[in-house]
């Protein structure tokens, strides 16, 4: 859950939190995997061979490609990753890959393969040392190698089925992600580079093409073509500025302010800049909650007897024990779930099941720290006892097939991201899960470290209607914990992959 992002004053990476906020200075635990790792190890030659008069262009180029060598040789000869993960995770800013992701999504009939073939181009080592140097301008004018990958992505339009793949201005959004080109410069060249493969194209090819064609291009007359041509170029130039911070570096991202307190101590890096919200949003593909699903009671004594308060007796696991609160502190940690009356119920606030909704509006103090050798983590200010609410996590609500696009990046780049709204659903109705993603938009609890010993427990609770696919996730103190302490979860990974840092004597 730990993003680092220095900025430099000649790049466009993402403009960290502003330096004041920061009390003091660490290396930041990562894992990330190598994706097609190019060396460039004979471009100072070339540059030597093709001087354009341009010393300090060609200075800078010079000095550039060494490092690149240099880390390269790194990566090659020691098998050593820490350098490209530290690049990787500076370069790769929470808001680019969400940018990222959402250009994916709107990709019409975007394939599995499609998918995996733009994160690997996107996220390698070529193409963002590519980008690196079109923002220094030591690039220029489209090369080869450009025309080769748009190339690539044309000739995998045409091998694929026609209903699984269809052309779309997203999908030169991407490309133009990936090569740092505005779509205005790609689209030009896509055109030119698919005529050539259609007339290159064998017999069968040019008649499943041509079937294609006619398909989706109906029989118009004169003034309707020109009026589609027109709109369609229209379109065409109509970029999406949403996105444009991906393919051009004029566009500065927005400076936003932290709303918790920030300490480090250990070294000068900054927390990168992030969304914070206070309640879920949900992204417009999520289809809204089930209104059968609504419940609420009638209780006439403020829900004073959990007995026979309908909202305490939704969930079986609550029915022979009754609710499992005590003086607003949790009583019983082997609850189901929780279901807090709501707006329909006629109780007030002080009803004592309404524990998180009130513990919300008097937030606690706490702070983003940074850790010896766990990056960012979050502690309390303040004292917590045992049961009490601590925070609620919160993201983006996303559906299943959002977060299996989305899992693609966030896998290659090792980024622990979303959070699996699963509870009561069994293997069969894996499609119908939500995932909560607090890549970008989040609360201070994307910053909650591991620990095999956890002083936090994770219950999911309904507040307004009990829909399964609703699920909220509320953080509850397992034990007393004292100021100042770090808060951490569970995350129940096993894996020979995950390396565990907690320090605890019950460490896994």
């Not at 990330?32 to 540059?47: H, K, L, Q, R």
């Not at 707006?343 to 008097?362: A, F, G, H, Y």
């Not at 100021?483 to 019950?506: M, N, P, R, V």
Request: hydrophobic residues 35%; contains cysteine; proline residues 4%.
């Amino acid at each position: 859950m730990n993003e680092r992002s220095n900025k430099s004053k000649k790049d466009y990476r993402l403009e960290p939190y502003p330096k004041h906020i920061i009390i003091n200075k660490i290396q930041t635990q990562t894992h990330f995997g190598i994706y097609n790792n190019n060396s460039i190890a004979s471009s100072s030659s070339n540059i030597a061979n093709n001087n354009d008069g341009n010393d300090k262009v060609t200075a800078a180029l010079i000095d550039y490609t060494k490092n690149e060598q240099r880390n390269t040789s790194l990566l090659d000869q020691n098998n050593n990753t820490n350098q490209f993960k530290k690049c990787s995770k500076d370069y790769f800013t929470p808001r680019q890959i969400y940018l990222w992701v959402k250009v994916l999504e709107l990709i019409v009939h975007l394939s599995k393969d499609l998918n995996e073939k733009l994160n690997n181009d996107f996220i390698s080592n070529k193409w963002i040392n590519h980008r690196n140097k079109i923002r220094k301008g030591l690039i220029t004018n489209i090369n080869e190698d450009e025309k080769l990958l748009i190339q690539s992505y044309i000739s995998e339009i045409h091998s694929a089925s026609f209903k699984e793949i269809s052309f779309s201005w997203e999908l030169i959004q991407a490309i133009s992600a990936i090569i740092f080109r505005h779509p205005n410069q790609v689209y030009p060249l896509w055109e030119e580079i698919k005529s050539k493969i259609v007339m290159n194209l064998d017999p069968e090819d040019e008649k499943k093409n041509c079937v294609e064609v006619i398909i989706n291009k109906p029989i118009l007359n004169s003034t309707m073509i020109v009026k589609n041509k027109l709109d369609e170029l229209k379109s065409f130039r109509a970029v999406d500025e949403r996105f444009a911070e991906l393919w051009d570096p004029s566009i500065q991202p927005p400076k936003l302010k932290c709303p918790y307190d920030i300490m480090n101590i250990m070294d000068d890096d900054m927390i990168p800049q992030l969304e914070f919200i206070k309640e879920n949003i949900v992204h417009p593909n999520v289809k809204p909650p089930n209104l059968l699903e609504n419940f609420a009671c009638a209780c006439a004594d403020n829900c004073q007897k959990t007995s026979v308060c309908q909202c305490m007796l939704i969930d079986d696991d609550s029915q022979d024990e009754g609710f499992p609160f005590d003086n607003d502190r949790l009583s019983r940690s082997d609850i189901g779930a929780i279901y807090e009356c709501n707006s329909r119920c006629n109780c007030d606030m002080t009803c004592p099941n309404r524990v998180i909704q009130r513990s919300k509006k008097l937030p606690k103090k706490f702070q983003i720290f940074k850790t010896k050798e766990k990056g960012w983590g979050v502690r309390s200010l303040q004292f917590i006892k045992e049961g009490e609410f601590v925070m609620e996590h919160v993201g983006e609500v996303i559906d299943a097939r959002i977060a299996s696009l989305r899992a693609v990046c966030y896998d290659k780049l090792d980024t622990m991201s979303y959070f699996d709204l699963d509870y009561d659903f069994d293997k069969k109705e894996r499609r119908k899960v939500l995932s909560l993603d607090s890549n970008y938009w989040c609360g201070i609890s994307r910053f909650l470290n591991h620990s095999c010993n956890a002083n936090l427990i994770t219950i999911p609770f309904f507040v307004e209607n009990k829909d399964k696919r609703w699920q909220r996730i509320a953080f509850f103190a397992q034990r007393d914990i004292k100021a100042f302490s770090e808060l951490t979860l569970d995350y129940k990974i096993e894996s020979d992959e995950f390396d565990c840092y907690c320090g605890s004597q019950y460490c896994r």
